[in-house]
């Protein structure tokens, strides 16, 4: 049984369309985060949740919106898709409303803009 | 700005051989560190963490990391490696600063050869 799980996998998709990143947790996390990584490889916080409740809103895009509809789940829609949005999304939820402790990490979505 | 740095962008070791990685943080209070491996195509797993105490730390896979408080250090060592070791190595710490997230290195990639 996962403990992180995000869908979908893998989301290749054309340039100025909408999508949909999702992911659960069922370790009973309070804290969700979304990470970037980009080409080489670098790891970026873009937002954190704790308990449905905004916590980290990094300088990304207003086309990216987080969403967390209860504490197991953090979604992340983003519109209008360009080029430069490829990457690999890691979904990571903490027992901790800071992250203390450390971070358990999802297998990753990656998008590719095309 | 608090900060982790990984100087060893790319290591290239054959079989047997020892390693160690380096990792740096930039803050002279309260820190605790972490490594995380991402092996090809998957998510980052914890490896080990230090909070406080016995400085040297044992994790998972024969690796082990020694915190030196004076040096700002965190470094990875296992004294053999072996193929299945090929993989992206990331440093990161949680630094007591209000930030409540953990603040990445931006990784090494290590290549085993057989």
């Known amino acids: 049984d996962t403990a992180v799980s995000q869908t979908p996998k893998y989301l290749v998709t054309q340039m100025g369309n909408d999508k949909s990143i999702k992911c659960e947790q069922n370790?009973?996390?309070?804290?969700m985060y979304w990470y970037k990584q980009d080409s080489k490889k670098f790891l970026k916080i873009m937002f954190s949740?704790?308990?449905?409740?905004?916590?980290i809103n990094e300088t990304v895009p207003n086309r990216f919106s987080p969403k967390s509809p209860d504490k197991a789940h953090l979604n992340l829609h983003i519109n209008s898709l360009e080029l430069g949005d490829s990457a690999v999304y890691f979904c990571?939820?903490?027992?901790?409303?800071?992250?203390?402790?450390?971070?358990?990490f999802g297998s990753g979505t990656r998008l590719t803009v095309v | 700005a608090q900060s982790v740095s990984q100087h060893n962008h790319h290591v290239i070791l054959s079989e047997a051989a020892s390693l160690e990685l380096g990792c740096n943080y930039s803050?002279?209070?309260?820190?605790?560190l972490f490594w995380y491996v991402q092996y090809p195509g998957q998510h980052l797993q914890l490896l080990l963490k230090?909070?406080?105490?016995?400085?040297l730390v044992k994790g998972i896979k024969g690796f082990e990391a020694e915190f030196i408080k004076s040096k700002f250090s965190f470094n990875l060592r296992k004294p053999s490696v072996q193929w299945s070791d090929t993989a992206e190595y990331f440093c990161?710490?949680?630094?007591?600063?209000?930030?409540?997230?953990?603040?990445f290195g931006s990784g090494t990639r290590l290549q085993v050869q057989p």
């Open positions: 230090y909070f406080s105490g016995d400085p």
């Open positions: 990161a710490g949680y630094m007591d600063t209000g930030r409540r997230a953990l603040t």
């Open positions: 803050y002279g209070g309260t820190v605790n």
């Open positions: 990571a939820s903490s027992p901790t409303t800071t992250g203390w402790n450390g971070y358990t």
């Open positions: 370790l009973g996390h309070d804290t």
């Open positions: 949740y704790n308990n449905k409740e905004l916590i």
